[in-house]
């Protein structure tokens, strides 16, 4: 069955660069049938989509108006993995992070998230 | 972007009896909204979409009602695993936003 394994650093500083991946098993990365999407969750901001990829003749990114001039998602089809990369973090992005897939058909994507990865919780502190 | 309201934050629930949880948009989803089960220390599970689908391998016990701004999920007959927190999320607009949840414990 498909799966999402998540990796990455658990603290970072504030103002450096929040990294995390998301390898997936079971299906591929660039397949036209999936979008692939990080959410985060803190006691704060609850539950926060902040954005996808996904591949359909080319790559598409979709990004939260909240994150969306420090974020970064990108794939990588030789491992089968997504990353976020989220810039000049503050305390504030200190969260649980979860990748999370979306299936697609040929003309459009649900909008639920049918599978979720493990989570990691990323602390921004100095 | 569209805001969902759960109500109420806690419901204490006897093991086997009823639950109902609601969820309300700041404007309408018509039926594009989805139920999550979040347990501690695990990523939330899909249990309805569209409102009132149940995603694969769902018990008949969780069911989903609702369009437009008012939603609803029941839990008939709870079992010992359902106690968690439910969360509903809406995605007929972008960007995808999710309730702040419902936290269903043991009476």
């Known amino acids: 069955q498909v799966q999402l394994q998540q990796s990455g650093p658990g603290l970072v500083k504030p103002s450096q660069t929040l990294s995390l991946t998301c390898a997936i098993s079971g299906d591929s990365v660039s397949s036209n049938s999936a979008a692939w999407n990080w959410i985060r969750q803190s006691a704060s901001r609850g539950l926060e989509w902040l954005g996808r990829?996904?591949?359909?003749?080319?790559?598409?990114?979709d990004y939260a108006p909240s994150v969306k001039s420090r974020m970064t998602i990108n794939a990588d089809t030789s491992k089968n993995q997504f990353s976020l990369q989220l810039n000049s973090v503050t305390p504030e992005d200190t969260a649980v992070y979860y990748c999370?897939?979306?299936?697609?058909?040929?003309?459009?994507?649900?909008?639920?998230?049918?599978?979720w990865g493990q989570g990691t919780l990323v602390t921004v502190s100095s | 972007e569209i805001v969902m309201t759960q109500s109420p934050a806690t419901l204490s629930v006897s093991p086997g009896g009823r639950a109902t949880l609601s969820c309300r948009a700041s404007?309408?989803?018509?039926?594009?909204l989805g139920w999550y089960q979040q347990k501690p220390g695990q990523a939330p599970r899909l249990l309805i979409y569209g409102a009132s689908t149940r995603a694969t391998g769902i018990p008949a016990r969780f069911s989903g009602s609702g369009s437009g701004t008012e939603f609803t999920l029941t839990i008939s007959s709870l079992q010992s695993e359902d106690f968690a927190v439910y969360y509903c999320?809406?995605?007929?607009?972008?960007?995808?936003?999710f309730g702040q949840g419902t936290k269903v414990e043991i009476k």
């Open positions: 999370a897939r979306a299936t697609c058909t040929s003309s459009f994507c649900q909008g639920w998230f049918d599978l």
């Open positions: 999320q809406q995605y007929i607009n972008w960007p995808r936003t």
């Open positions: 404007q309408t989803v018509s039926s594009n």
């Open positions: 990829t996904y591949f359909t003749s080319k790559w598409y990114n």
